[in-house]
């Protein structure tokens, strides 16, 4: 126990506490990043401190968020383009279905492109935010939950429920704005659609930006699966981060065509926050909807879906055929609405309740 004749004394000795750790901690971190650029090795860090990297300069790291059975860590990567310092802090995460790949070469290529010279704020790029489902060619986490519908978490919860609450308060919270992609789940094929609030200027402006075939109206509910917990989105919005979502095609893949479309989409959205120069390269209008819902089946059999993505349909337009195992029709279907197909399954396995084709509504 430390004992101080007077309170001067003790803030005098106090301050000179605090300067030392700081002075300590700064030194730490120069010796160990300057140990892991002699070596060639990506810096492991458990907090982000975007102050503490440098200005105009690329950073790599891996970013601890939490640890595995064999006690190591597990590390999402981490790129952060930092400018001037002054603009956004605007996040662009990829794969929290460890299965949708299509936006780990959009942010990979988006950041590459770019001069940190002339970069007005600072770019997080995390090309893979859920390592183990990436690893398990999976959507779900390793305990069978869908990480992007149990946010915020809880920081004592279930492995799933830590893991969130540790992305959420550890990296996403570090944003202003966030880019969330995402692509189809397995059986199932997307075109490239933006969801956004569009009551919000800012998140409509973002939309429309991403050079997408559809826009969604929406605050964030989940196009399926509903459960208690919140989307990443929402949970993101809610903290203040304006965040939309867009859906590149298909899982387990990477696109061409996806993927270059994803990057002008968000290399629009740096232009037009003026953080990167440049003009604003626009695509054909996106077809607006103002809601969106899938149509599933009431009984089970093969599945022929008979529509194309982004198809134009019409009330009654036949849309798919249910076969029995002897080719036999079991059921047609027909759209109960005007709209267009945002999204399909091309798994013809379908059980009684299985996903038939995503409508949008405009
Ligand atoms: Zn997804």
Known sequence: MLHFSNPIEFKGKFLTFILYSICFTILNVAIYNNLCAQKGEIPVVKALDLKMLPKYTLTKLWHEVGTDPFGRPVLVPVMVLKGDGLGPVIGLTAAIHGNELNGIPVIQKVISNIDP????????????????????????????????RIFPGKVNGSESEQRVYTILNKLISLMDINIDMHTASFGRENCYYARADMKDDTLAKLAVLQYADIIVDNVGQPSFGSGSGQTSRAAAVEKGVKTITVEYGNPQVYQDDM????????????????????????????????????????????????????????????IATLRNPFGEIVKEYYSPTDG????????????QGARIIHIGKY
């Open 259 to 318: 993927i270059k479309r994803g990057i002008i989409g968000v290399t629009n959205a740096l232009k037009w926050l003026k953080m990167i120069p440049g003009s604003i390269e626009s695509s054909k209008d996106a077809v607006m909807c103002a809601s969106s819902f899938w149509l599933y089946t009431d009984t089970g059999g093969y599945l022929e879906v008979e529509v194309e993505l982004t198809q134009k349909l019409t009330k009654g337009q036949k």
């Open 340 to 351: 267009i197909v945002i999204g399909k399954s091309n798994n013809p396995v379908a059980t």
């Open 117 to 148: 010279k002339s970069l007005k704020g600072t770019i997080i790029g995390i090309p893979g935010i859920n390592p183990e489902s990436i690893l398990m060619n999976d959507r779900r986490f390793t305990d069978g939950e869908d990480l992007n």
